[in-house]
């Protein structure tokens, strides 16, 4: 615009605009919401299995307060906070032989949500307890983690395995991890403060690697990451994927194959350019509408340890650390994501042509969403065992 024209000048103000809004259709996640129905449908990360003991762990899942506890057995178990007698939360409950005991009028809860035992019930408990039946969802401990699966149990799927984390070699192992290490924090925080889908689809804008985390900010991963690339985005049955092609200074050449599959899965390869397919899977897991975490499972050498995995965002300072002005001055994806608001106002977007992966990725995700509530099944979702494995595509690809 050429405000140099009288009559251009004072256009562009802030003052007047309409009402500013999210989409909710691809944001909301608690429970009837379209999103959250669809999230309902897979199985959904909710732990890393070794930090389930025997005290009670609050979590909050899909807008939803929960209680996750492990019985004196070994088995998970995941139910509603809210105790179905008189409220009171289980987080203060005792985990037992068969179950967890509420601390305020002792009854006992198995990790299906029955009820073995009313104290002060000597009389009546037996009559009273089979109807009774505190809300609870299926779990299972798979990868290092423990999943749960929030939906409608006649549409229970299998689980799903993916290819990179099978056929673990001699010498290998899976580590997993909750955080927000792969959002530009890192392991201090776990919670990002911003709606899931900010990261989801972040993972299909290559653009902003030369610029937020190369030309903008210094190099935050590779300095090969400031080359421009040549991107094409493109659906499969997997769900979607870019391959961003780079001839690199030194005369090679690479293909860089990054997915997003179904529900919040993000497939990413090796930031340090590590040739191969990629060996690591992460879940953009939302808490509720307003914040997220992220679950990741990763293919590793026996001897790997990830306290040593400090990536510095200056020297001598990883995220945590940094000031507020040093955030400022080297903005990383946290501060780009959360900085969009805690829901991105997505009327008040300016698409371009190099945003073609987010309309794409908001396209798809639209229609999965729809399918579910036209009474179908979503991508990625099977029920049968056999079929339950995903061939992971992504990763960097050296051309010869």
């Known amino acids: 615009m050429d405000t140099s024209q009288p009559g251009n000048r004072d256009k562009g103000t802030g003052y007047g605009r309409g009402p500013q809004s999210h989409d909710a259709l691809i944001t909301e996640v608690g429970p009837g919401t379209p999103c959250g129905e669809f999230m309902r449908r897979y199985w959904q990360p909710v732990a890393v299995a070794e930090k389930v003991a025997e005290l009670p762990l609050a979590v909050r899942f899909l807008g939803e307060d929960l209680v996750l506890f492990r019985d004196k057995t070994g088995r998970p178990g995941l139910v509603h906070a809210r105790c179905c007698h008189r409220g009171t939360t289980l987080y203060y409950g005792r985990t037992e032989e068969q179950g967890i005991r509420c ?54 799927p299998a689980f799903i395995r993916y290819s990179s984390l099978e056929n673990l070699g001699a010498g290998e192992k899976l580590y997993a991890f909750q955080g927000t290490f792969g959002g530009g924090g890192d392991a201090s925080v776990d919670i ?12 299909m804008d290559p653009f902003h690697l030369p610029i937020l985390h190369t030309n903008f900010s210094g190099v935050q991963f590779m300095p090969e990451f400031g080359i421009m690339p040549e991107v094409e985005w493109a659906l499969d049955d997997l769900g979607m994927k870019y391959t961003a092609y780079r001839e690199l200074d030194d005369g090679r050449e690479v293909d860089r194959v990054t997915y997003i599959l179904f529900p919040h899965v993000r497939i990413v390869p090796s930031v340090e350019l590590a040739p191969g397919p990629g060996t690591s899977i992460g879940f953009c897991m939302p808490v509720d509408d307003a914040n997220f975490t992220i679950f990741h499972i990763m293919k590793v050498a026996e001897d790997f340890d990830f306290g040593a995995r400090r990536r510095e965002r200056l020297p001598g300072k990883i995220w945590s650390e940094m000031s507020e002005e040093e955030h400022q001055r080297f903005p990383g994806d946290w501060e780009a994501q959360v900085g969009q608001g805690p829901i991105s106002l997505h009327s008040e977007e300016h698409l371009a042509p190099s945003d073609k992966g987010i309309r794409m990725a908001r396209r798809l995700l639209k229609q999965q969403i729809e399918l579910v509530q036209a009474g179908g099944d979503p991508q990625g979702v099977v029920f049968d065992d056999a079929e339950a494995i995903i061939d992971v595509k992504a990763g960097n690809f050296f051309r010869d």
Request: glycine share 10%.
């Open 103 to 156: 601390c305020y009028h002792g009854w006992l809860f198995d990790v299906e949500g029955n009820c073995l035992d009313m104290p002060c019930e000597k009389d009546y408990g037996a009559g009273i307890r089979e109807n009774v039946r505190q809300p609870w969802y299926p779990v299972i401990e798979e990868y290092g983690l423990i999943w749960a699966y929030f939906g409608p149990p006649e549409k229970k």
């Open 192 to 203: 990002m403060p911003c709606n899931w889908l900010q990261d989801w689809e972040n993972v």
